[in-house]
Nanobody, 128 residues
């Protein structure tokens, strides 16, 4: 059974940087699309960034493009998904989730129901 566990969240000042990681094990996550989503307080969960396997094509939500970078370290047994967050602002405050979509397609897909595995989330709070 696949498992995703996020880490790296915390309190950060506006303008600073933070790096989130997600440890993925128990499933061939190296073969699948991986993504980050977030849920701001009182709002719905939203897409942040996605990355395909093999060619590592990346795509981003409009509010984070140019500031955040998604990357992955693939291995057969355990892979790591990262989110480098630069120039953060209070609107980035949210619980951040990593997720897996059982697909190798390079066509962007941000629809949450298509993602199968989800981590429990890590809280990021940006102070102004």
């Amino acid at each position: 059974q696949g498992q995703l566990v996020e880490s790296g969240g915390g309190l950060v000042q506006a303008g600073e940087s933070l790096r989130l990681s997600c440890e993925a094990s128990g499933h061939r996550f190296d073969l699948d699309v991986m993504a980050w989503f977030r849920q701001p307080p009182g709002k719905e969960r939203e897409f942040v960034a996605g990355i395909t396997p093999f060619n590592f094509k990346t795509y981003y939500g409009d509010s984070v493009a140019g500031r955040f970078t998604i990357s992955r370290d693939d291995a057969k047994n355990t892979m790591y998904l990262h989110l480098q967050m630069n120039s953060v602002n209070p609107e980035d405050t949210a619980v951040y989730f990593c997720a897996e979509r059982p697909s190798q397609s390079e066509i962007e897909n941000r629809a949450q129901p298509t993602y199968k595995y989800w981590g429990p989330g890590t809280q990021v709070t940006v102070a102004s």
